[in-house]
């Protein structure tokens, strides 16, 4: 049986203010916490699980981890999702540093991105198409928001997800070639790109700031077709990755 503070501090865990208090975060579902136990162990502080997803992973559950068991009732009770997945694990932040980041092939930095399932769509592309670092402006949402996890699926933990200061940051890149995601610049299609380079994606209505728009060495546009006013930041991201990385 799950104590009633337990229940109380995982759900706490759903608001920003807890989990950087606390150090970690939620993440739902059988095949998230199983690419976990896969990949990355270590960062598993404790599994909530029915009796049956516990008995069909038993050769599979790594031994530090502390695992308990739940009935569905007690699960739904813990869960933010609306048809609760047989497992919740309770997992670490990573704290990198700014200071430590290397630029390595694309790195993708956002302004400002404000929607939890954009932000999980562009980590999912940056996985996709092997961008290793992300550099989020320090009001873009929160990664590791319950919203954000799930769209980012079991790719949150694979890039590297830095947030800092936009202007500081570039600023100390002078040599660095900045790619800016516009509406009034060349053609994807038709650019030429530079590695290790920057890609910069802006707030999903306002775009870019100037003074981010300003350390661009170049302004790039996926050409539009139809009549949609813009695409959102997600979708821009995964086609704009698409023509850097063919």
Not at 79 to 99: F, W
Not at 109 to 115: A, S
Not at 228 to 242: C, D, H, P, R
Request: charged residues 20%; contains cysteine; hydrophobic residues 45%.
């Amino acid at each position: 049986m799950i104590a009633k503070a337990e229940v109380k501090y995982i759900q706490s865990l759903a608001h920003k203010k807890f989990r950087e208090e606390e150090g970690l975060f939620v993440v739902e579902g059988v095949k998230m916490v199983e690419a976990l136990m896969e990949e990355k162990p270590a960062v598993i502080k404790k599994i909530f699980a029915i009796e049956a997803w516990i008995r069909q992973h038993a050769s599979s559950l790594p031994p530090a981890i502390d695992v308990q068991v739940l009935e569905d009732f007690e699960l739904n009770k813990i869960s933010s999702l609306q048809t609760p997945n047989e497992v919740l694990a309770l997992v670490q932040i990573p704290q990198p540093t700014i200071s430590g980041f290397v630029p390595k092939g694309i790195t993708v930095v956002l302004d400002q991105v404000q929607d939890p399932g954009n932000l999980g769509t562009i980590i999912r592309s940056c996985d996709w198409f092997g961008v290793e670092n992300i550099i989020c402006s320090n009001d873009t949402v929160d990664a590791y928001n319950p919203k954000v996890v799930q769209s980012a699926k079991g790719s949150l933990l694979r890039p590297t997800i830095y947030y800092t200061a936009l202007e500081e940051f570039l600023s100390q890149m002078p040599d660095m070639p900045v790619y800016a995601a516009v509406l009034d610049g060349e053609s994807i299609g038709q650019a030429a790109f530079e590695m290790p380079c920057m890609l910069l994606i802006g707030n999903e209505s306002k775009g870019l700031s100037s003074a981010l728009r300003a350390f661009a060495t170049k302004a790039i546009t996926i050409p539009r077709k139809g009549k949609a006013e813009s695409l959102n930041a997600g979708v821009a991201t995964a086609v704009i990755l698409s023509a850097m990385t063919h």
